[in-house]
């Protein structure tokens, strides 16, 4: 085997798993992290209670890397999400008419931790407090402040961009205009809330479910943490005069806000108006960037290549994936990186580029649940479909979120399943039409006896009604 020497820059979820996959491969691995070690205590109490939802991508990409007991022992499994209306009773939608139908919640720290652990016993040598500020791609030059601020130069190294969406490795290759990025800020932001656990220590809403509420203007999130607590997140335009992230700055209005969307979150979040004011509002974006190596010195994984917004949990998940794949394709090049990295990024882009455009459609899935007949018809239509054939029409969400399949081909796939559901629209539409023709026209044959006797069940006035194909809303 051909060893090799990484500097991986970026400590957090995919540069810890890259890590372990490159030292079970037997090379030499460096990781850069900027942020001190999240194991120890003052990163604890620092840390504000973020959680995520890992699907099989991720699992499986945790098991091929030798996780499994340590990764579900700080997990909560989420079979189903729930969907809570402005009134009546919440919709449950259970996950387990499909074959990988679970979600994990898991908070972001404590996987990071554990990945960490794991990269160190296998062999890597951990930096934090350590900020990588420069790479030169042409000669896998790397350049890393160290906790003094002493800058320390490493060469003849490959650097592997882990550095998340605001990554300083992607800038550098961009400086150069050897790469090029797209940055999409979208005008709608978030901010987490805890939602504590009750008096005896139980979870508050249903603990082994993604809870969502679903509104046009405004999405509000909770998944379940492993001490009974819940972490929420709201979603919603930063900027708007009427409502948005800037008009709610009273406690008054913020109180009447959650009063009328989250009714019922309203009564299990204690401290809402102190937390509202006190945490941060952080603006959603997406992050392309092409193409992701430069020869065989620099390769960019994760949020730095593809980060993309969170509305079908995907990002980490992408994420770990990348991680499996380029790792693949290290060990099939036999040494030649330059194609190794060339292939990973040949085959992996168009998904990560697939998984832009979903999750973006995923929001507006989500913010028009309640509002087109068309859709809602459409959604109906489709979930019963999912629930009789599961394997046969299954949503896009659940490709994304409950499969394996490739992004891109979940895309291709649910827009076939879009085309034939318009169909099903149509015929049915044309259906009612012919049958109430047929009604009105049995209906006045029998009202009136000097009027002549239609032969056929036909429409009876004018045209037969034309159903307009609605559009798909990816399109
Ligand atoms: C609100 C929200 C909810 C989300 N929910 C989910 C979810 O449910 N499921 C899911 O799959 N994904 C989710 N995501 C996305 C997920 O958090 C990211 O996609 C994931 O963390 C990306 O992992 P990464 O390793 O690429 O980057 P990161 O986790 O961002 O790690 C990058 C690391 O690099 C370090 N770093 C940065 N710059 C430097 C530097 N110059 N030098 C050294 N180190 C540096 C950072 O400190 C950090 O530790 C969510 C994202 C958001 C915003």
Not at 296 to 305: E, K, T, Y
Not at 432 to 452: E, F, N, Q, W
Request: proline share 6%; glycine share 6%; aromatic share 8%.
């Amino acid at each position: 085997m051909n060893v090799q020497h990484f500097s991986i820059v970026g400590g957090g979820l995919s540069g810890a798993l890259m890590a372990v996959y490159l030292r079970r491969a037997g090379h030499a691995v460096d990781v850069f992290e900027r942020r001190p070690d999240p194991r120890t205590r003052t990163a604890i109490e620092e840390e504000q209670s973020v959680n995520v939802a890992l699907s099989v991508r991720g699992w499986s990409a945790l098991t091929q890397a030798g996780f499994d007991d340590e990764i579900l022992s700080i997990a909560v499994p989420m079979d189903a999400q729930i969907l809570h209306p402005v009134q009546g009773a919440p919709d449950w939608q259970p996950f387990r008419n499909h074959p990988d139908g679970f979600l994990w919640s898991i908070s972001r720290r404590a996987l990071n931790a554990t990945l960490l652990t794991a990269a160190e016993s296998h062999g890597a040598r951990l930096h934090f407090n350590h900020v990588c500020r420069r790479v030169d791609p042409d000669r896998g030059l790397l350049e890393v402040e160290d906790e003094q601020k002493q800058i320390r130069t490493i060469s003849n190294t490959v650097v592997i961009g882990a550095d998340g969406a605001d990554s300083t490795v992607r800038t550098c290759l961009t400086h150069d205009r050897q790469a090029a990025e797209v940055q999409r800020y979208l005008t709608w932001g978030y901010k987490e809330l805890h939602m504590p656990s009750t008096r005896d220590g139980w979870w508050p809403l249903h603990p082994q479910a993604m809870h969502l509420w679903p509104r046009e203007r405004f999405i509000l999130t909770a998944q379940p943490n492993n001490d009974g607590s819940f972490t929420c997140t709201l979603y919603m335009s930063l900027n708007d005069d009427d409502l948005s992230f800037k008009t709610l700055n009273t406690p008054g209005a913020i109180q009447n806000f959650f009063r009328e969307a989250f009714h019922d979150a309203l009564p299990h979040l204690p401290g809402l108006v102190e937390e509202f004011m006190r945490r941060p509002t952080r603006r959603l974006r997406t992050v392309a960037c092409c193409p992701w190596h430069i020869a065989s010195n620099v390769v960019l994984i994760g949020d730095a290549a593809h980060a993309v917004v969170p509305f079908c949990s995907q990002g980490m998940n992408a994420a770990l994936e990348d991680c499996t794949l380029l790792a693949q394709a290290i060990r099939d090049s036999k040494g030649d990186l330059e194609d190794a990295f060339t292939r990973f990024e040949a085959t992996r882009k168009p998904d990560t580029d697939a998984l832009a455009r979903i999750s973006l459609h995923q929001l507006e899935e989500m913010r028009g649940f309640k509002f087109s007949t068309v859709q809602r018809w459409k959604e109906h239509t489709h979930r019963a479909l999912e629930r009789l054939f599961p394997s046969r029409f299954p949503s896009l969400y659940s490709m994304v979120a409950l499969s394996r399949l490739s992004y891109s081909d979940a895309r291709r796939r649910s827009r076939r399943q879009a085309a034939i559901l318009d169909g099903v629209i149509a015929g049915t539409v044309l259906g009612a039409t012919a049958l109430m023709a047929a009604r009105v026209a049995g209906h006045r044959a029998s009202c009136s006896s000097a009027a002549p006797v239609r032969r056929s069940a036909g429409p009876v006035d004018g045209e037969p009604v034309q159903p307009s194909r609605p559009a798909h809303p990816t399109e």
